[in-house]
C-alpha cells in the first residue's frame, strides 16, 4: 500500500470515531465541540483530496459545508441533519474500510454518492439540480497587478516548460491544460495548529512548484524567533505565493486544504513583463539600441544584450524591473513567440507599463477572461466500443483475468460476487466479439469463461443469483483502456489492472496463485464483508515517554551484557559457591531488566478498547433501521486498555452478540409501548478492569430471554433430558442458547435463524481465555458478560515434567498441587477420584505419558485443575516450577492438536509443550477409558 494513503487512512479513522462519538451532540448549546467536529470533517476532507480519494472528499465537503453553515449561524439546527451527518460519515467509513482492505483507492457507487449530497444539501437549503454550465472552478485574485509586481528570481533559469505569450479566455478547456498560475496562501495561525501545512502540500506536487515567494511582518518574524509566545512554532503568519505550472485538477488534489481560500492568476508572458514596480516616465535613450532585439530568434543572445543593457540604467527604474523579469521568465518563453517580443523592446525606452495591442498568432486575442456559459449537449452518446486485436501478451493477460474469475466463481456465494464478476468481464468486452450482451445467471458466466479459455463449463458459483447490469461509467471506462491498448500494446496490463482496481469497489482482485482463504471464528454468522475489516492498524503510535524508558532499560542491557565476558575471565580463580553465587546476581540483574523489558513492550501493545467500541455505533444504527427498531446505544469504559491481538480476536464475538441483542433482544417500538417501556430500546456497553481480567458487559433492556422457549428447543434438538434441565438454575438455563445448533428465533432472517450462534461466540472467547456470562430477566433485559485476559502475548505456565518430556500447564487454570500417597486413591464405578478437603475430584492417570518406575516407590504428583469450574486431578511426575514464556502456536498436522495448544523454549534451548486444559477436560473420558491403570 502506498505510505501515503495508509497513513491517511490510519488518520480518517481516527478523525470518523471522532465524529460519530459527538454528532449526535452538534444542536448543543457547546460551539467547541461543533468546531471541533468541524476540524475534524475538514481534515478528513484535505487528507482525501491529497490522496485522490474522489468520493470521500466529495461527501466530506458537502458534510462540511453544513458544518460551517451551523457553527457559524447561517441556519439552524434541525433533527433531520444528525441523520444526514450520519449517512455521510457512514458512507466515508464504508469506503476507508474498503480501501483497507483492498491496499489502494475505490470507487463509491454514484448514487450512493449523489443521494447522500442531496440530503446534505437539503438540510443547507440549497437546490440539487444539477448545473448544466460550466463555471470557473477557482477564484481569480482580486488585485492581480501586486501578484505581477512580486518578485521571481526564482523562476530563472527553469527548465522543462514555456507558456503562452497571451492566454486565451478561461474557459474548460483552458482549465483541463498545463498552465503557469501564481497561487496566494494567506497563512494564519490556525493552519499550523490544525495540522495544514501548506509547505507540505506544496511539496505533494514535486517539480511542478517552479518557484516560491514568501513574506512575514516584521513583528511576526521576531515573535516566531524568539520563542516566547509561540514555543512550538505553529503559530505562523505569512503570505506565500507558489508558482505553478500544472492543470487545475492537479492543483486541486494537492491542495484541497486551501483550495477554496487560494486567489489564482493564470500568468502569461504579457502579464508577467506587465510590471509596475519602480520609477515610471523616465526616458532613457540608451535602451533604443534594443528594439533591434525584436528581429533576433536566439533567447540567449537576447538575455546577453539585456544583461550589458542593464549594467548602464539604475535599479530603481522601471526599465530595470522590466528587463529584469525578462530575464526571469526567458527559459518560459516559445521560441515562435519572440517575434512577438518587438513592441515591448522599440517601447521599453520610455519607461511606460508594457501593454500588448497587436494580433498573437495561433492564440486568441482575450486575456483572463472567463469564457460564457456553454450548455451541455446531451445529445451526443458515447463512440462504439471498438473490438481490439489479441497479441500474444495480451492473451496472456486475459486468460490470467479469465482464471482469477473463474475462481471468483467457485467461491461466490452472493449476489455482491457475480456482480464484481459481471463489471469485470464488462471492462474486457472489447476483447470478444462473441460475448453475450447480458449475463442471465451464474452458468452463463461460468460458460463463457469456460468457452474463452478452451474449457468444458463445469464451475458455477454456489448459490446462483441475480447479475446486475454494470455501471455505464465503468463500462465507458473500459472503452477507453481498450482504445488506449490498441495504441500502446506493452501499457496493457497496467492500464487494464487500475480499470479493474476502480470497477471493484470493495474487494481485492487476488493474484492468480493466491489460494489462502480467511477462516474467521463466526465466518458461518457474520458477513462475509464484516468479518474482514480490520480492527486495528498495521500501525500502533507510541508516545515519546515509552520509547526513552525502553532505550534505558536497553541501555542497563547491554552493562549487564558487557559484565559477562568479565565474569568468564575470572571464573579460573573462584570456587564453585563464589561461581554460583556470581551467575545468581547476574541472572537476577538481567531477570529484573527482562520483566521490566517485558512490561515496557506489553504497555506499547495495550490499547483502548475502543478500538472496538467505536464499531457498533454505524451497526447499531444500519440494523436497527432494517429491523424497524429505535435504538440508542451508550457506551462507557471506551478507555479501558487491552492488548492489541486482544481487541482483534475480542471484534467478531462481539460483533455477534450486539446483533442478537438487537435482533432478539430489543422489541420493535409499538410492541415497547404496549409493555409501557420508552418506545426506543437501550443497548449499553461497559468495560472496566477486575484483576488480571477485563471485564465487558453488553446489556440490554429488551424482552429478555424466554428460558422456558430455549428449554423447550433444547428438548426438541435431544440435546439434554428433562431431569438434566429441572436440576438447572435459572441463569443456568438462560445459558444453554450457549449449546451448539441451537436456535429460538421463528424465522430465518439475515440475523437470525440460522442454528449457528452462541454457541461460536463461546468457543471464539474460550479459545483466547476468555468466559461469558448471561443474566436476564423477562421484559426487563440481558446482560451478557464477558471476562478477558488482558494480553496472551506472556503465558504463565506451571512447568512439570512426564515421562522425560516437558510439559506446561496455564497457571489460570492450576487449583494447586498437592502429594498423595497410592493409598488414598479412591473408586467409584471403577474409576478412580481423590478427596481433597471434602471434594470429590476425579483423578486422571495418563499411562503412556508417565514414567511409572520413577514413581513405582513414591507419593503421587497431583495437579489440581479447575476448568470451567470443573475440577479435575492429573498425575504428574514432577513439579519443576512456574514459567513465564512467549507460547508460538503450533503449525502444520499438529495445528488442531485436541491436547496441546502451543510450544515454548527453555533456557537450556529444550522445547516445552503447552498443554490446553479445554482439550484435557474434552478428552478425559476417553483418556480414562483406553489409559487408566488401577493403581492397588
Known amino acids: 500500500m502506498d505510505p501515503l494513503l495508509e497513513q491517511f487512512l490510519q488518520e480518517a479513522r481516527e478523525n470518523l470515531a471522532f465524529i460519530d462519538q459527538n454528532i449526535e451532540e452538534i444542536g448543543s448549546d457547546d460551539p467547541e465541540l461543533l468546531n471541533s467536529v ?94 448544466s454550465v460550466w463555471q470557473l472552478p477557482f477564484k481569480l485574485a482580486s488585485d492581480s497587478a501586486a501578484i505581477i509586481n512580486l518578485s521571481t528570481k526564482t523562476l530563472r533559469n527553469h527548465k522543462g516548460c514555456k507558456i503562452d505569450f497571451r492566454n486565451p479566455q478561461l474557459d474548460e478547456e483552458f482549465v483541463q491544460g498545463e498552465h503557469l498560475y501564481a497561487i496566494t496562501f494567506d497563512v494564519d495561525e490556525s493552519c499550523m495548529v490544525y495540522g495544514n501545512d501548506p509547505i507540505y502540500t506544496l511539496s505533494l506536487l514535486g517539480e511542478k512548484v517552479v518557484g516560491l515567494y514568501a513574506c512575514m511582518s516584521d513583528n511576526n518574524a521576531k515573535s516566531v524567533l524568539s520563542g516566547m509566545e509561540d514555543e512550538e512554532g505553529l503559530l505562523l503568519r505569512c503570505r506565500i505565493v507558489a508558482y505553478i505550472y500544472a492543470t487545475y485538477e492537479e492543483i486541486e488534489d494537492s491542495l484541497f486544504n486551501f483550495i477554496d481560500e487560494l486567489e489564482f492568476v493564470p500568468l502569461d508572458v504579457v502579464s508577467l513583463l506587465g510590471i509596475s514596480r519602480g520609477d515610471a516616465g523616465i526616458s532613457l535613450e540608451v535602451l533604443k539600441e534594443l528594439a533591434a532585439l525584436g528581429e533576433l530568434a536566439d533567447i540567449d543572445i537576447i538575455t546577453s544584450e539585456i544583461e550589458r543593457s542593464m549594467e548602464l540604467i539604475g535599479s530603481s527604474t522601471l526599465q530595470y524591473a522590466q528587463l529584469e523579469r525578462f530575464l526571469d521568465i526567458a527559459s518560459f518563453i516559445k521560441e515562435s513567440d519572440v517575434q512577438n517580443l518587438a513592441s515591448f523592446f522599440e517601447e521599453i525606452y520610455k519607461g511606460q507599463v508594457y501593454t500588448f495591442n497587436g494580433e498573437v498568432s495561433k492564440t486568441s486575442t482575450a486575456s483572463f477572461e472567463v469564457a460564457e456559459p456553454i450548455e451541455a449537449d446531451e445529445s451526443e452518446a458515447p463512440a462504439t466500443q471498438p473490438h481490439v486485436e489479441l497479441t500474444p501478451e495480451l492473451k496472456k493477460v486475459i486468460d490470467s483475468m479469465l482464471q482469477q474469475q473463474k475462481k471468483a466463481l467457485e467461491n461466490g456465494n452472493d449476489e455482491a460476487s457475480l456482480e464484481r464478476i459481471k463489471a469485470i468481464l464488462e471492462t474486457m468486452r472489447g476483447y470478444f466479439t462473441d460475448m453475450p450482451a447480458s449475463f442471465m445467471s451464474a452458468q452463463d458466466i461460468a460458460a463463457f469463461i469456460a468457452a474463452a479459455l478452451g474449457e468444458k463449463a463445469s464451475v458455477v458459483a454456489k448459490t446462483p443469483a441475480a447479475v446486475v447490469t454494470p455501471k455505464k461509467s465503468e463500462v465507458a471506462a473500459a472503452s477507453k483502456v481498450e482504445v488506449q491498448a490498441a495504441a500502446k500494446p506493452k501499457e496493457e496490463v497496467e492500464i487494464l489492472s487500475q480499470t479493474i482496481t476502480k470497477s471493484v469497489p470493495k474487494e481485492v482482485v487476488e493474484e492468480e496463485d493466491e489460494t489462502q482463504e480467511d477462516e474467521r471464528p463466526l465466518k458461518a454468522n457474520t458477513e462475509r464483508e464484516e468479518s474482514k475489516k480490520a480492527v486495528v492498524g498495521k500501525t500502533v503510535k507510541i508516545d515519546q515517554e515509552s520509547i526513552d524508558s525502553l532505550m534505558n532499560v536497553v541501555g542497563e542491557l547491554l552493562v549487564a551484557k558487557n559484565s559477562l565476558p568479565y565474569l568468564a575471565d575470572n571464573v579460573i580463580g573462584m570456587t564453585h559457591e563464589h561461581i554460583k553465587r556470581e551467575i545468581m546476581e547476574k541472572y537476577i540483574f538481567i531477570n529484573r531488566l527482562s520483566e521490566q523489558l517485558q512490561d515496557l513492550i506489553m504497555s506499547m501493545r495495550m490499547l483502548p478498547i475502543s478500538y472496538v467500541f467505536d464499531r457498533y455505533p454505524k451497526l447499531v444504527r444500519d440494523i436497527s433501521k432494517k429491523l424497524g427498531k429505535k435504538v440508542k446505544l451508550e457506551m462507557d469504559g471506551g478507555n479501558t ?19 442478537n441483542s438487537l435482533d432478539h433482544g430489543i422489541e420493535k417500538p409499538e410492541v415497547r409501548e404496549q409493555k409501557g417501556k420508552d418506545p426506543t430500546g437501550t443497548v449499553k456497553l461497559n468495560a472496566f478492569a477486575q484483576s488480571d481480567r477485563i471485564i465487558i458487559e453488553i446489556i440490554d433492556d429488551g424482552a429478555g430471554i424466554n428460558v422456558d422457549k430455549v428449554a423447550n428447543k433444547v428438548l426438541e434438538k435431544g440435546l439434554m433430558t428433562h431431569e438434566q434441565i429441572d436440576a438447572l438454575s435459572e441463569e443456568e438455563k438462560a445459558e444453554l442458547v450457549l449449546l451448539p445448533g441451537l436456535s429460538t428465533a421463528d424465522e430465518i432472517s439475515e440475523y437470525s435463524g440460522r442454528g449457528v450462534g452462541m454457541d461460536v461466540v ?4 474460550e479459545s483466547f481465555g476468555g468466559t461469558i456470562k448471561i443474566k436476564t430477566k423477562a421484559n426487563r433485559g440481558t446482560v451478557i458478560t464477558l471476562a478477558i485476559p488482558v494480553s496472551l502475548a506472556v503465558t504463565s505456565l506451571l512447568h512439570i515434567l512426564m515421562n522425560g518430556i516437558h510439559y506446561g500447564i496455564p497457571m489460570d487454570s492450576v487449583s494447586e498441587t498437592v502429594k498423595i500417597e497410592r493409598d488414598k486413591i479412591e473408586y467409584l464405578h471403577n474409576e478412580p477420584f481423590i478427596y481433597l478437603r471434602g471434594e470429590v475430584i476425579p483423578l486422571l492417570f495418563i499411562k503412556s505419558m508417565l514414567d511409572e518406575k520413577e514413581m513405582a516407590n513414591e507419593p503421587l504428583s497431583i495437579v489440581v485443575l479447575n476448568i470451567k469450574e470443573n475440577l479435575l486431578a492429573v498425575v504428574v511426575n514432577k513439579f519443576i516450577g512456574q514459567l513465564d514464556v512467549v507460547q508460538k502456536p503450533l503449525v502444520g498436522i499438529l495445528e488442531n492438536h485436541p491436547l496441546f495448544s502451543g510450544t515454548a523454549l527453555l533456557g537450556n534451548g529444550q522445547i516445552i509443550m503447552a498443554i490446553d486444559p479445554l482439550g484435557l477436560l474434552g478428552i478425559s473420558q476417553k483418556l480414562r477409558e483406553e489409559d487408566i491403570e488401577v493403581v492397588a
Not at 486498555?641 to 460483533?655: F, R, S, W
Not at 463461546?762 to 472467547?765: A, G, N, P
Open 38 to 131: 468541524f476540524r475534524a470533517a475538514h481534515t478528513l476532507k484535505g487528507g482525501s483530496g491529497i490522496v485522490g480519494f474522489e468520493a470521500v472528499k466529495d461527501i466530506t465537503h458537502h458534510a462540511e459545508d453544513l458544518l460551517d453553515m451551523l457553527r457559524a449561524g447561517k441556519i439552524d439546527f434541525q433533527e433531520g441533519m444528525t441523520e444526514a451527518l450520519y449517512d455521510a460519515f457512514d458512507e466515508v467509513m464504508n469506503l476507508i474500510e474498503a480501501a483497507e482492505e483492498s491496499g489502494s483507492i475505490v470507487e463509491a457507487d454514484e448514487e450512493s454518492v449523489k443521494r447522500i449530497i442531496s440530503a446534505l444539501n437539503a438540510q443547507m437549503g440549497k437546490s440539487v439540480e444539477t448545473q
Open 641 to 659: 486498555k487491552l492488548d492489541k491481538n486482544m481487541i482483534e480476536m475480542l471484534a467478531d464475538p462481539m460483533i455477534h452478540i450486539m446483533r
Open 762 to 765: 463461546k468457543k471464539s472467547i
